[in-house]
């Protein structure tokens, strides 16, 4: 009797364990796993240059915009001398052509000047000289003149006119010759835009010549990776150093289709590593995916691997530096309004 009674109690127990078991498993907060992982930057060189220095190693921190590599930047050193030499001789021209046009510009003012005064005697002449013929040919009608005085009159005429003729047609030319200051005009803009182009090639050079030293971004970063080292060929492209920042990192996790309407980005979660159970810090979705993909293999348990997840970022909000790239732990879900929890004494 007693062996009897003893069967159902054991399958009693047994049914409350397993019931109770099930009960917290359902009321245990809903989590994703996921890793640590953080926004790696590659600095890369711009130019062509043999690597001269390089003050930074893996795993060294590296201030925000401090130089981690210098380039040996001679050629471009020598091409930028060269460029100034050449804008030095362009202002000399410049120099030179605007002095010959101001020359130019004030003697062709002096000439024209004067060929208007010969034009306007030689005028003069011509307009007394033609009243002259005239009243010589009244005296010669009424014979108070000879025919000979007459023929001297009309000569003296004539020749007041051909001066007249030869004085306007100086003047023309003269007054030509402004196409001359014209094209050494046109000469001194072209020297103008050769000096401006000189220039902006002066600038660019200026420009790439600041890339042969290389900088960090405006952030205090940790050295990574260490691609090349003094004394190699950097081209342009050529991976210099991998940094990380120390502050900006995530854990990255796949969520079920049947679980992506549960999250939204700005959604607050705690996360929790499994190197330190217990003890969790706030984080928040920062990044979902707008289209699924196969679930990757590193999710655990084989219904997770049914179907296809979404992959989602949860950026860590606290204590930023004990969360190691690599790292395993879990992303827990936290109602609205709720505070995150951590274990006690950790704050």
Request: glycine share 6%; no cysteine.
């Amino acid at each position: 009797m007693p062996r009897r009674i003893a069967v159902p109690v054991l399958v009693l127990i047994a049914a409350v364990v397993g019931t109770v078991w099930y009960l917290r498993r359902e009321q245990r907060p809903p989590f994703f796993t996921g890793f640590v992982e953080g926004e790696e930057r590659i600095i890369r060189s711009e130019v062509s240059g043999r690597v001269v220095e390089m003050p930074y190693g893996e795993g060294d921190r590296v201030p925000a915009n401090a130089v981690v590599a210098v380039l040996d930047d001679r050629d471009m050193q020598a091409r930028i001398r060269s460029k100034e030499e050449e804008l030095a001789v362009l202002d000399a021209d410049l120099r030179t052509q605007a002095e010959r046009i101001t020359l130019v510009e004030s003697t062709w003012q002096r000439d024209v000047s004067a060929r208007e005064a010969d034009v306007r005697q030689a005028q003069s002449a011509a307009g007394v000289a033609a009243r002259t013929l005239t009243r010589e040919q009244e005296l010669v009608t009424t014979g108070a003149s000879t025919a000979q005085l007459l023929d001297d009159t009309r000569a003296r005429a004539d020749q007041a006119r051909s001066a007249l003729d030869r004085a306007r047609e100086l003047l023309a030319r003269t007054r030509a010759e402004e196409r001359t200051i014209d094209v050494a005009r046109h000469e001194r803009a072209a020297l103008q835009q050769r000096r401006d182009l000189a220039l902006a090639q002066l600038a660019e050079l200026k420009v790439t010549l600041s890339k042969y030293v290389i900088h960090t971004p405006p952030a205090d970063t940790v050295v990574q990776t260490q691609f090349i080292w003094p004394g190699e060929l950097a081209q342009p492209g050529t991976a210099i150093l991998a940094v990380l920042d120390p502050r900006d990192k995530y854990v990255q996790i796949y969520v079920p289709v049947a679980d992506v309407a549960r999250l939204h980005v700005g959604q607050r979660v705690a996360i929790e590593l499994d190197s330190q159970p217990g003890r969790r810090v706030p984080g928040e979705i920062s990044f979902i995916a707008d289209q699924a993909n196969f679930t990757p293999e590193k999710i655990e348990t084989r219904s997770d691997r049914m179907g296809q997840v979404y992959r989602a970022k949860v950026r860590i909000l606290e204590q930023v530096e004990r969360f190691q790239p690599g790292t395993e732990g879990n992303v827990y879900l936290v109602p609205d309004g709720e505070r995150v929890p951590t274990a006690p004494g950790t704050g």
